[in-house]
């Protein structure tokens, strides 16, 4: 454990800055807002500790099958940095915040056609917004989907070249999976690529399913992300990484799914039926 609380301390020291991120790269409003982001902050980074610093498993899955939580972790670095750029180039007019809207402008345009999810966050804009508001969120929706889209080619690229989860075929279950029980239920590899397949097809869902809950909620509450920056970049981009990180986790129980059927065929017993015993280490 204590070989592993300097590694818990870097990655806790990361997330705490990644949450910060936004509130320092966007101007200063409610000082409210900003003693919360401290204490998200401090939360997070303490529960990165907890995790990575516990020989035993927690909440955290595939926390030692890299680099599937460095991938995740950097579409949503990646994405807040992005969209609080964006975002603040009605304050602070530099080349890169200027440039990066740009980019986001044009990439929300060419994603904004009929029944996208981009086309269905525009339409349910309230009335009144600006066109200032809806360039906006269309720049954060386009950069947000260009970050998951790269993180998930890059995460299928690296698992081809690297063999991912392991090229040894050795995979602890125990930790990298602790909600998932391997001797329950019907065979491991059917329910591995059974989940696998609902969590793509949530992926797919969740854009569509989000943007009306949230107006819901809003309504509800009489907020809206409009009258806050700092509340657009976290809304916009979670909006983008809950269904990448689904995606990305569909991707690893299909991919663990393929290892371990692949490990039956090479232990299979001399009448060529695999052993329905076996489980990985």
Do not use: H
Not at 15 to 37: E, F, K, N, W
Not at 143 to 172: D, E, K, Q
């Amino acid at each position: 454990m204590i070989s592993q609380l300097p590694g818990a301390c870097i990655r806790a020291f990361l997330v705490a800055v990644m949450v910060l991120t936004p509130s320092l790269l966007l101007p200063a409003g409610d000082q409210q807002v900003t003693d919360a982001a401290v204490l998200i902050a401090l939360f997070a980074a303490l529960f990165v500790i907890v995790e990575y610093g516990s020989t035993y498993p927690g909440l955290v899955e595939f926390r030692g099958a890299p680099p599937f939580n460095r991938v995740r972790f950097g579409i949503l670095f990646l994405t807040l940095t992005l969209i609080a750029l964006a975002e603040s180039e009605a304050w602070d007019s530099s080349v890169l915040s200027r440039l990066v809207m740009a980019v986001g402008v044009l990439l929300g345009q060419s994603t904004d056609f009929p029944f996208s999810p981009v086309r269905l966050v525009m339409w349910l804009l309230p009335e009144g917004t600006t066109l200032t508001e809806a360039r906006s969120v269309r720049a954060a929706a386009g950069l947000a989907y260009l970050v998951s889209l790269v993180g998930l080619t890059v995460f299928a690229i690296m698992i081809r070249l690297r063999g991912w989860p392991s090229p040894t075929g050795t995979f602890n279950v125990w930790i990298n999976l602790p909600t998932f029980d391997p001797t329950a239920g019907a065979d491991v590899v059917k329910r591995l690529n059974r989940d696998g397949s609902v969590n793509i097809l949530l992926g797919l869902l969740l854009p569509y399913l989000t943007p009306p809950l949230a107006v819901f909620i809003a309504r509800s509450y009489g907020v809206s992300m409009l009258e806050s920056p700092l509340m657009m970049t976290w809304v916009m981009t979670l909006w983008a990484f809950f269904p990448a990180s689904l995606f990305l986790r569909g991707i690893a129980m299909r991919r663990l799914a393929l290892m371990i059927s692949q490990k039956r065929r090479r232990f299979a017993n001399p009448d060529g039926i695999p052993d329905p015993a076996f489980l990985p280490a």
